[in-house]
C-alpha cells in the first residue's frame, strides 16, 4: 500500500507565497517521476509540474518563472514552491508519483488527497 500526504496548502494574497510538500510512504521500491497537478471546479486537472528522479523538470507555462519543483529522494518527498501568486493559481493541488512497489511490478501512478490552495484579497 502507498500512500501520498500533501501539506503546506491555504489562503495566500496576491503576490504571496506557499509552499507545497508531499511525502510518499508504503511499500515503495523505486519513485520515476513526481509532479503537481492542480483543478478547477468544472475544468480538468492540469499538469502543473514534474520531476524526474534525475532532477529533470517540467512546467506548464502559466506557471514558469513563478513556481518552482523540486524533491529529496532520500524522503520521497517532492515539494512545489509558488511565489507571485495570482488569484488565477487557486484550485486543489495535487500530487503525483509515478511508483514501483517491487521490483518486478510495473509502475504506476499513485495521487494525493488534494490540498486547496486560494489566493485572494
Known amino acids: 500500500q502507498v500512500q501520498l500526504v500533501e501539506s503546506g496548502g491555504g489562503l495566500v494574497q496576491p503576490g504571496g507565497s506557499l509552499r507545497l510538500s508531499c511525502a510518499a510512504s508504503g511499500t515503495i521500491f523505486s519513485i520515476n517521476a513526481m509532479g503537481w497537478y492542480r483543478q478547477v471546479p468544472e475544468k480538468q486537472r492540469e499538469l502543473v509540474a514534474t520531476?524526474?528522479?534525475?532532477?529533470?523538470?517540467n512546467y506548464t507555462d502559466s506557471v514558469k518563472g513563478r513556481f518552482t519543483i523540486s524533491r529529496d529522494n532520500a524522503k520521497n518527498t517532492v515539494y512545489l514552491q509558488m511565489n507571485s501568486l495570482k488569484p488565477e493559481d487557486t484550485a486543489v493541488y495535487y500530487c503525483?508519483?509515478?511508483?514501483?512497489?517491487?521490483?518486478?511490478?510495473?509502475?504506476?501512478?499513485?495521487w494525493g488527497q488534494g490540498t486547496q490552495d486560494t489566493v485572494s484579497s
Open positions: 503525483n508519483a509515478n511508483i514501483k512497489t517491487r521490483s518486478f511490478y510495473r509502475t504506476r501512478d499513485y
Open positions: 520531476i524526474t528522479n534525475g532532477g529533470s523538470t
